[in-house]
């Protein structure tokens, strides 16, 4: 299939994202993005990580006004509708719950069908948010700080699970190995400005399943490895740690992104998307580039505010599932741990 496949149809629909710490309202219309407002909760920095009851109560703060200036932006009211789109699964509970609930309110209010989504299901097809487009089947890695999932890719609802991590996430790997460095939470985005300025063959870290058949990832032991070595040293260099930042990277880009290769090449597809909040990662994205023109295929990634958390790519999804008649009813509730494998949802 082309990507002529993705039939959006004529609708207004109102996506709201809120699995974690960050609130987003998003509206899209006819296929077009008309507005996305993002507002991320810093103060979890302090913590070293999301404190949940903190994050939920931001989100009541947030959500109306956040909904309200997305609204102003795109130039409509709520009046002109057609749908809402909320991410129910996964996420913290009580954060999931905030977006759920204000949805339906807006769904039974307004008499307007309410879209289940799935944050990872978004993720997958957040591509679309771009001009160009990946063409059905696609091989999708979606590499985040809670998942790291590659899968076949062959319609809305129909996937060909191939991998997944063992052990820690991408994302999350970056966080301790940041913290071992003595860097703030999140440390994904201060690695890669200091891998910029390391040596990438310092330390060879190792690369766990690389050489296996299967397309399973494994994490925890590089980030075992790097804490061993800070170990044995007796005084670690403004230096050294940027080589250990880029050595780090170095090892996790190459596992990546030749497991995806490599799931294309067995599958026959061409095309490979890469979403989640790691896919912002500049070594990343520039590797998967020149390994696909390498190997004849083509690579799409959503520009950075697509690939964090945001609603543009809930209400993608969600026009993608009206479309298909793929309406949920206000008896959905939300599902914290719930892979996308097993979507127990009204539709």
């Not at 993005?33 to 810093?42: K, W, Y």
């Not at 998967?288 to 505010?305: D, Y």
Request: hydrophobic content about 45%; some cysteine; overall charge negative.
């Amino acid at each position: 299939m082309t990507s002529d496949a993705y039939t959006l149809g004529n609708a207004t629909i109102l996506g709201i994202e809120s699995s974690c710490d960050e609130t987003s309202a998003a509206i899209l219309q006819n296929g077009d993005l008309r507005s996305v407002v993002v507002s991320s909760q810093f103060f979890h920095d302090k913590f070293g990580g999301v404190v949940p009851e903190l994050a939920s109560r931001a989100h009541v703060r947030s959500m109306m006004p956040i909904v309200r200036e997305a609204f102003s932006r795109a130039g409509i009211s709520s009046n002109d509708l057609t749908a809402v789109a909320i991410t129910y699964a996964p996420g913290l509970m009580g954060s999931l719950l905030v977006g759920l609930n204000f949805a339906k309110g807006l769904s039974l209010g307004l008499n307007i069908p309410l879209i289940a989504v799935h944050h990872i299901e978004a993720h997958i097809f957040s591509a679309l948010l771009e001009s160009e487009k990946p063409s059905l089947p696609f091989i999708a890695l979606i590499v985040s700080g809670g998942h790291t999932l590659l899968l076949c890719v062959r319609d809305v609802g129909s996937y060909e699970f191939l991998g997944e991590t063992l052990d820690d996430a991408a994302g999350e790997a970056f966080d301790k190995v940041g913290k071992m460095l003595g860097l703030e939470y999140p440390a994904g985005p201060q690695i890669d400005a200091m891998s910029k300025e390391g040596n990438p063959e310092f330390v060879k870290f190792p690369r766990a399943l690389l050489g296996e058949s299967n397309y399973d990832f494994s994490f925890s032991g590089i980030k075992t490895s790097v804490l061993y070595w800070l170990k044995k040293q007796s005084d670690v260099t403004v230096e050294m740690r940027r080589d250990i930042a880029a050595s780090f990277q170095r090892a996790m880009v190459d596992v990546l992104v030749s497991k995806a290769v490599q799931a294309a090449k067995a599958h026959s597809v061409r095309d490979i998307v890469c979403a989640g909040g790691v896919s912002a990662n500049s070594e990343l994205r520039e590797r998967f580039k020149n390994e696909c023109t390498r190997h004849g295929m083509r690579f799409f990634v959503p520009r950075p505010l697509f690939s964090t958390d945001n609603a543009a790519m809930i209400a993608m999804l969600g026009a993608l599932k009206l479309e298909r008649g793929h309406i949920a009813d206000l008896s959905l509730t939300a599902m914290p741990r719930v892979p996308l494998a097993e979507r127990p949802i009204v539709e």
